[in-house]
C-alpha cells in the first residue's frame, strides 16, 4: 500500500483531517486540485464570530499540511478513477496537471507574474480584479508557487504552419513590447517582414475573434513590429536579445535561399554552426524576391529581413549553382547539406505553339519584372491560365504595366481557385477579369507571335481525390480569345536533377525524405521546403526549415532524431466554443484591418497595403481572447531568475492504492447570475458575499471596500439573504446555514471599514445558530446594522450606477417599498460540488437528493459514505460553517482510524489463520 | 540551569558575548500595519548590535515567510527568533516549529503580541500604537538576549481515555476510542446511561427513536471489552501529568461506595446540558395545560388512537412560545440551536397522529438551518402556522373562561394590533441551559464562559480541546446542540485523543520551575503555594530542600515569588530575562 489515506481536496476539512491522520500517525496522501492548499477559508477576511483573521489561523494549519511528515501533497492534481478491490484496498489515479513549471526550481519570487502579457480573471479574487496566466494563486499560497496557465494551443499558434507564436507576439504588442514580439518571430524565422505582408495568414481564420467581430490582425500585427524593428534599428541587426551560441567548429551548407532555406541557416546559425548558403541567381530570397511583386512585398523588406543572418555570420554565396551535392560534404568539407531549392520547374500547358513569342510562364515573367526586365504592356491585352496566386500576381503586374486587358483564364469555377480570396478579390478591384470553366487547348500564333488562345468549355464533374470537382470537358463546345499575350500559371515542380542520383525523386519530382525528420536516405543530407512537398507557402517553408535546422543539430551531436516542439507534440487547439463559453461577458470591439490602396487599374509597384498606426495595432490587439490563456510569448522564461519555466511540461498519472478515501471536496458557491431578478453580472455594483469578503480581506483587490461599477466609496449597502438558498425555484429548497452569519460578519467588519456606511440586511430568518452566534448577531445591531424581514423581489439599476430594491415592507407598512443603495452584496448559498461524481471508478459513491455526498447513518456515524473505507469530511456531505467542517473531519478522522485498525485486524488474522 | 551561557554585552560586534537574533514584525494584512507603524518599528531595533536580521513581513505566518525565517536562521546562524505578531495563543507552536525546521532551539524564540495588546487596542491612536509595538519589541528582544537552550520533557502516555458523562456523545465516544486500540472507562453519575436522548421518542431528522440509538450504542459496547461502563459514579480526582493521569472515580454501591483508581492518558469531558426549567408564570407556566417541550415530546410520543389528549381532554389546538429562556435581553443571551427544529419536528408528529390538529408557531426567526429546513416546509404544508413576535413584546398567555387558554401576540406581519388566539395546549419552547458540575469543573478546572457552558481553545480552530492538557470536551457541556452534531464532536475528541495519546509519549514544554538548591534554605513556602502539588521536599544533610516534579508543573511562576531566598526560577521566563524585558519595555540599557 503507497499510502494509508487518500485525502481528496485540501479545504479546511481536508487539511484538518490530513494533519489528524498524520499526527495519529498514518500516511496520507493529499491531493488538491488548486496549485495551493487552503481551500476558500484562505480567501475570507475575518470568521464569524471571533472576528479572527482567515489568513492568520488558516495559514499555519495550511503550512503544519505540507511540512508535516507524514502528510505528501499534491497539488494541481486529480483523483479519477478509484476502484476498491477484493481485499478493501483503494487504487485511484493521480493526474499531475502540468504547472509548466519546474516547482524544485521556482523560488516563488514572482517575477514571472510581473512579466505575463495575458490577463484573465483572478479566481481567488472572485474576478473582481485580473491575474496573470503565469501566477501565484495568492499571496499567501502553500506551497507558493508559480502556475502558468495553458488551457491549450491557441488556434492561431496551432494553424501556422511555421509554429510562429501567433498568440505570443499579438499579446506583446498589446502590451507595448513591439521589440519583444519581433523578437519573438525573429526566434523562428529572420523573414519577420516579409511574413507581415506576403504571409496568407492561416492564423487569422482560425482566430476566435473572427466567430464575433472579425479576426484580429495578426499578420498587420506583426507587420507593425517588424516595421517598428527596422524603423528603430536599420535593415540590420536582431540587436542582443536574440542569442547566438558561440562557433562550435562545424559547418553546414544550404543550397538554395528561400524562405526554408534562410530559415534553416538562421537556426543553425544561432547554435553556432558556420553556415554558408549557396544561390544560384543573382540575388538570395527564392520567390520572396523573385515572384511575389513587390507592391505586396518590397525588395527592401526581404532585404532587411536577409540582413539578420547576414549580421550574425551567414555567408550567402550567390551566382553559384550547385551541380554535385556529395561534392559539398566530400569535396568542400561541410559536415551536413540541406536541400532547399523549391519548386523551379514551371508546369507547361502541353498546347501547340506554347512556345511562340508572347507566350511565357509566369514564373520567367514576374523574375523579369523583378529584375528590371518588365516588358511595355501598354495597350496590350494579356490571357493569364490558371487559377493560383501566381495567376493573380501576373495578372495584377500586366495591368500595372500598362496592358489594357488583363484576364484569366481558368478551368473550373471561381469557388475551386486555388488563389487566396483576397489576392482574386484584390486583382478584380485592380480591373482583371475573370473567365471560368475554360481550359487552353491552343496558343493561336500569328507569324511566330500570340494572336489569341483557343479555349475549351467546361464544366464541373464529380470530386477528385482533392476534394474539388474536377472539370472535364463540354463536347464540342470551344470558343477563342484574342490577345496579345499568353502567361501560363498552371502550375510548378521541383527541378530533379540536382539530387535524384544522390538521393531519389518521388512523385513529382521531389526529394525523398523522411517527413518527420526530413533526413534523406543520405544521412547527411537533409531537404526542407516545396523541394520535398511540392508547392506550398511561405510559412509552410519556414516551418520546414525549422526543422530540418533541429534535426541536422540533432543528427550532428548524435541524438536522436525527435524532439521538434515547435510543430511536434503541441498542446491539443483549443476549441472557439471552449473560448467564448469562458468568457463572461464581451466588450464589442470593431475589427481593425489595414488600409489597402486599391484603384483600378494602378501603374506602378509601390506597397498597396498601409501600415498599422500604433493605436490600431494596440487596438488590434486588444481584441485578442487569449484562447489557450497562456500566450507563448516567452517573457516568463526570459524572467524567470530560477530558469525554471518548462513548456514541455506535460501531465504525469501514476496509479497509488491506499486502505481509505477521505472526500472534502468542499462546495461550490451558488451562481448568482440564476437569479436574474437580482441582476449580478449585468449590474456591476451588485456584488456576491464572497466578492465582499475579498473587499474586506488583507490581501484585497482595491485595498479599500469600494463598489465595482464606478470606484465610489459605498454609503448605503444592502445586503439580500438567501440568494440560491431556500428557493425552489434555483432547485435549492435547504437552508445554506453559512450566510446569514458570514453577511453579519461583514455587516460588523464595513462598519468598521467604513464607518458613515449604512448597512441593511433584507433577512427571512435569522438563523444565528451556534456557539456566540446570537450574541455575534446583536452585536451588529448595536453597531447600528438594519435588519429588514421579507424576501427582496427584484433590483433595478439607475443611469449614476445606484440600485433600487423593490420589497414588500412585511413588518413595518406592509407596502411595497423601493429603496435606494449604492452597493447590494447577495447573500449567496452552498451548492454540491458534484466534482466528487467523477473520482469513482465502477463503484459509484451514494449522493443524496440534493447531490451532496450521503451519510447513510448521519445520526451516529457522520462520516461514513456507503463505500465501506470511503469517508466525507466538511462541505462535501452539506453546508457547514468553518468549525462544523473542522468537527466533522475530526469525526470522519475517527471513522477512518476505526477502518484502518479494523482491517489491520483482519488481515493479521488471515495472517494467523 | 540559571547560568546563562551568553552575559548580557558590551556594544562591539567581535564581542563573544553577543547574540544573533532575527526580529520578524508582521504586519498581519493590516491588522497591524492599518495602526502600527511596522517599519518604524523595524528601525528602531534594527541598529541594536544583537539583532542580526529585522524584516517587516505581510504574514509572519505564511509558509512562504517560513521559508524564509528557516533560511535566515541558517544562513545568518541566529541563536535567537522574536516574532511581533499576534497572541502567543495563536503561533507559539508555529514559530517553534520553523525554529525546529531551522535547527534552532524553539526556546530562543519569543512571541511578542503587537495585535491583540496593541494595534487591535488602540487603533485610534497609531503614534502611541507605534510607540508601544517598539517597546514590546524591545522588551522581546532583552527577553530572548538572555534565553538558554532547553529539550521539551517527554513523558510516556497511558493508552487509555476516561470519558465523563454517559450520554449520546459520552456512549459514541467511548466506542470511537475502543475502535482505535484505546481503553476507555465510562463515568455516568446516573444509575442508568442515555441521557437526555436516553428517554425520547423519534426525533429528528430521521425520526429514530432516542431510545433505540442509545440502547443500540449500549449493545456495541458490550461487545466491546476495552470499555468499562461505571455508572452511578462520579470522577473525583485527577492527579499526575500530561498523558499519565491518575483518575479517582467514586462509585455508588447498594450498600457501600468505592473508590476506584485508573489511570488514564485523556479525558473527554461530555456531561451534557440540561434543559431549561421556566420559572411559575413565565409565560403561563404553572398554568394548566402550559407545558414545556420536553414535557410535550412525551406526551405527543404516548399518544394512541388518532388522538392527542392532555387531562383526558382532547387536544384540538395549540401554540408553541419559542425562545422560552433563550435570546433574552436579561438572561440567557444566547441561543439554544437545536429548540426550532425539535419543535418543528414534533409538530409533523402531532400533525401524523392527529392532522385536524390546528398549530400555530409563535417565534423569533424559525432557524432550522441547513437540511431541517426541509422538516419547516413540511411543517407548514401540514398546516403549521408559523407567526412571528417582535424581539421585546412576547406572547402573553392566559387561561380563559372556559378553560382553555388564550394567547395573545403581535403579530409582526399584521401588527401592531394585537391578537388573541385561543388554544388547548400552550408549548413553552425550552432550551438547554449548562449543567451544574462545579465539582468537576474546579477539579478539571475546566474554563467556562460567560453563558455558564464549558470553553474550547479556540471555538474556530480547536473546538474540542481545552486549555487544560489532555482534557477534550464534546457535546452540549460546551454549547447546546442537536445529537448528531454531539457526536460529531465526540468523535472529534476521539481523534485528538489519538494523536495525543497514539505515539506511546508526549512531549512537554519545559518552562518549569527550577530550584536553585544552593540557594534553597529548605522553608517549605513554596509548598504550599503550588496548586499542582508539583514541589515536594526532600531530606539533606541541612534539613530539607524542595524539588520540583517537571512533569506536574504546570509553570504558572506561583512558587517564584514566594520563595524569599530567590531561589526558584522559571525557565524561559527567568528573573533576569522578566528584568531584562521590564528594562526593553522602559527602553534602558540592561543592568548588568
Known sequence: MDYDVLVIGSGIGGMESSIKLGDMGYKVLLVEKEASVGGRMIL???????????????????????????????????????????????????????????????????????????????????????????????????????VLEREGTSPCIGACPAGIKAHGYVSLVRNGKDEEAFQLVLDATPLVGTLGRACYAPCESECTRTKLEGPVPIRLIKRFAADQHYTAQGATPSGPAIEVAPPNGRSVVVVGSGPAGLTAAWQLARKGYAVTIVEKRAQPGGYLRHAIPAYRLPHDVVDADIANLTSIGVTIRCNEPVTDLAALKERDGFDAVIVATGTQDATAMNVPNEHVAGSVNGLDFLDDVANGKAPDLTGKKVVVVGGGNVAMDAARVCLRLGAAEAKVVYRRTRAEMPAHHVEADDAEAEGAVFEFLVAPIEVIADGG??????????????????????????????????????????????????????????????????????????????????????????????????????????????????????????????????????????????????????????????????????????????????????????ECVHACPADAIRMDQREKVSQVTVGAVVVSTGYKLFAADAKPEYGWGRYPNVITGMQMDRLLAPTRPYNTVLRPGDGKVPERIAYISCTGSRDQQVGNPLCSKVCCMYSIKQNQLIMGALPLADVTMHYMDMRAA??????????????????????????????????????????????????????????????????????????????????????????????????????????????????????????????????????????????LA | MSENPTAPGLPGDDEPGRRRIGVYICHCGGNISDYVDVARVRAAIADDPDVMVAETTLFACADGQQHTMVHDIQNQHLDGLVVASCSPKLHTTTFRGVSRRADLNPYA?????????????????????????????????????????????????????????????????????????????????????????????????????????????????AQRPTITVLTDAELVGKTGSFGNYTAKVHVRGETTDELRQFQVGTFVIATGADVYSPEVGELGYGIDGVVTLHEFGTLVDEATGGALTWHGRRVRSIAYVYCVGNRQAEGNAYCSKFCCAATVHASIKVSKVDPSIRQFHLHRDVRAYGRYELLYTESRERGSVYLRYPDDAPPAIEQSADGRLAVTLVDALTGPDELTIPVDLVVLVTGMVPRQNEALTSLLKLPTGDDGFYNEIHPKLRPVETVVD????????????????????????????????????????????????????????????CPYDAISAYPCDTGQKALVSAANCKGCGGCVPVCPEDAIDLLGYTSAQMLAAIDGLADREPVA
Not at chain 1, 473520482?839 to 456507503?866: C, K, M
Open chain 1, 44 to 146: 475570507l477576511s475575518k470568521v464569524f464570530p471571533t472576528l479572527d483573521c482567515a489568513s492568520c489561523i488558516s495559514g499555519p494549519k495550511m503550512s503544519s499540511t505540507i511540512n508535516h511528515p507524514n502528510i505528501t501533497t499534491k497539488t494541481y492534481s486529480e483523483v479519477s478513477g478509484i476502484r476498491r478491490d477484493a481485499t478493501g484496498t483503494f487504487h485511484a489515479t493521480v493526474t499531475e496537471k502540468p504547472t509548466f513549471v519546474d516547482w524544485a526550481a521556482c523560488t516563488g519570487c514572482s517575477d514571472c507574474q510581473t512579466a505575463c502579457t495575458v490577463a484573465v480573471p483572478d479566481q481567488f479574487n472572485s474576478d473582481l480584479v485580473a491575474r496573470r496566466a503565469a501566477y501565484i494563486a495568492f499571496p499567501q499560497a502553500v506551497p507558493k508557487k508559480a
Open chain 1, 449 to 634: 507571335r500570340v494572336a489569341g488562345l483557343r479555349l475549351q468549355t467546361m464544366r464541373l464533374g464529380e470530386p477528385d481525390t482533392s476534394g474539388r470537382r474536377s472539370p472535364e470537358p463540354v463536347p464540342g463546345a470551344q470558343t477563342s480569345v484574342a490577345c496579345d499575350m499568353v502567361i501560363s500559371t498552371i502550375g510548378m515542380s521541383p527541378d530533379a536533377t540536382l539530387y535524384e542520383q544522390v538521393a531519389g525523386a518521388g512523385r513529382g519530382g521531389r526529394i525523398k525524405v523522411d517527413p518527420r525528420t526530413l533526413q534523406t536516405d543520405v544521412p547527411y543530407l537533409f531537404a526542407a521546403g516545396d523541394v520535398t512537398t511540392g508547392a506550398t507557402d511561405i510559412t509552410t517553408a519556414i516551418g520546414a526549415g525549422r526543422r530540418a535546422a533541429h534535426m541536422v543539430d540533432r543528427w550532428l551531436n548524435g541524438q536522436e532524431l525527435t524532439g521538434f516542439s515547435a510543430l511536434d507534440g503541441r498542446l491539443d487547439v483549443v476549441g472557439a466554443d471552449q473560448v467564448l463559453r469562458r468568457q463572461t461577458a464581451y466588450g464589442h470591439r470593431n475589427p481593425v484591418k489595414g488600409a489597402v490602396d486599391l484603384v483600378p487599374r494602378p501603374r506602378d509597384f509601390h506597397e498597396i497595403e498601409a501600415p498599422l498606426t500604433p493605436a490600431e495595432a494596440r487596438s488590434g490587439a486588444g481584441s485578442c481572447l487569449d484562447c489557450g490563456v497562456c500566450s507563448e510569448c516567452q
Open chain 1, 770 to 911: 451556534g456557539k456566540r452566534y446570537d450574541e455575534f448577531y446583536e452585536q451588529a445591531k448595536d453597531m447600528g446594522a438594519q435588519y429588514i424581514r421579507g424576501r427582496v423581489s427584484g433590483v433595478t439599476e439607475k443611469e449614476n450606477g445606484d440600485l433600487v430594491l423593490r420589497y414588500e415592507d412585511t413588518e413595518g407598512t406592509g407596502r411595497i417599498v423601493e429603496a435606494e443603495y449604492d452597493l447590494v452584496v447577495l447573500a449567496v448559498g452552498i451548492q454540491p460540488n458534484r466534482d466528487v461524481e467523477r473520482l469513482f471508478g465502477d463503484e459509484r459513491l451514494g449522493l443524496d437528493e440534493f447531490f451532496y455526498v450521503a451519510e447513510p447513518s448521519d445520526e451516529l456515524d457522520p462520516g461514513v459514505t456507503d463505500i465501506p473505507g470511503v469517508f466525507v469530511a466538511g462541505t462535501a456531505s452539506g453546508a457547514k460553517d468553518i468549525v462544523d467542517s473542522i468537527v466533522h473531519a475530526g469525526a470522519a478522522v475517527a471513522q477512518v482510524a476505526a477502518h484502518l485498525e479494523r482491517s489491520k485486524v483482519a488481515s493479521t488474522a488471515e495472517v
Open chain 2, 109 to 221: 524564540y519569543t512571541q511578542v503580541n503587537i495585535r491583540e495588546q496593541d494595534s487591535w487596542a488602540h487603533t485610534d491612536d497609531h503614534e502611541g500604537a507605534t510607540e508601544r509595538a517598539i517597546a514590546l519589541v524591545k522588551a522581546g528582544i532583552a527577553k530572548t538576549r538572555l534565553s538558554t537552550p532547553l529539550s521539551p520533557l517527554r513523558v510516556e502516555t497511558v493508552p487509555a481515555t476516561m470519558v465523563v458523562g454517559g450520554g449520546v456523545t459520552g456512549l459514541r465516544t467511548a466506542i470511537g476510542l475502543a475502535d482505535i486500540g484505546l481503553s476507555v472507562i465510562v463515568v455516568e453519575r446516573e444509575a442508568e446511561l442515555g441521557g437526555w436522548l436516553g428517554r425520547l421518542g423519534p426525533t429528528f431528522p430521521h425520526d429514530t427513536p432516542g431510545r433505540d440509538q442509545i440502547a443500540g450504542l449500549v449493545a456495541q459496547i
Open chain 2, 470 to 529: 489532555g482534557v477534550m470536551i464534546a457535546g452540549a457541556c460546551q454549547g447546546p446542540k442537536p445529537a448528531n452534531e454531539a457526536v460529531s464532536g465526540g468523535l472529534a475528541a476521539v481523534t485528538q485523543s489519538a494523536g495525543i495519546l497514539k505515539r506511546g509519549f508526549a512531549e512537554l514544554d519545559p518552562l518549569v520551575a527550577t530550584v536553585n538548591e544552593a540557594a534553597c534554605t529548605g522553608c517549605g513556602e513554596c509548598l504550599t503555594t
